[in-house]
């Protein structure tokens, strides 16, 4: 059992930055790939960037290529999300994921085993 807890979600404007964290809890943090998920208002879930158990692979959406970047802390139990550059179209609430024990990484919904809460964040213009 994983449980998962996001935090660092807030508004700020466009073009600020941001780092997201999630905390696990358990001791097998590190047999799991993680992911980051956002969801806005009526659209669906959908896949920001994944992470493999060692944190030797890494892979973004498009849309956020270049200005995100995914880590973790496996003695800290924790994964990061960092938000450069960001834009009104990434406000949304923020999940992130644990899963992926036999592929290796979370890119799809149906790969996340646990989920967390979710943070806000709220980008102006």
């Known amino acids: 059992q994983v449980q998962l807890v996001e935090s660092g979600g807030e508004l700020v404007q466009a073009g600020a930055s941001l780092r997201l964290s999630c905390a696990a809890s358990?001791?097998?943090?590190?047999?799991?790939?993680m992911g980051w998920f956002r969801q806005a208002p009526g659209k669906e879930r959908e896949f920001v960037a994944t992470?493999?158990?060692?944190?030797?692979?890494?892979s973004y959406a498009d849309s956020v290529k270049g200005r995100f970047t995914i880590s973790r802390d496996n003695a800290k139990n924790t994964v990061y999300l960092q938000m450069n550059s960001l834009k009104p179209d990434d406000t949304a609430v923020y999940y992130c994921?644990?899963?992926?024990?036999?592929?290796?990484?979370?890119?799809?919904?149906?790969?996340?085993?646990?989920w967390g809460q979710g943070t806000q964040v709220t980008v102006s213009s």
């Open positions: 994921a644990a899963g992926g024990r036999t592929i290796g990484i979370v890119e799809h919904t149906n790969q996340a085993e646990y």
């Open positions: 992470i493999s158990w060692s944190g030797g692979y890494t």
């Open positions: 358990g001791r097998t943090f590190s047999s799991y790939a």
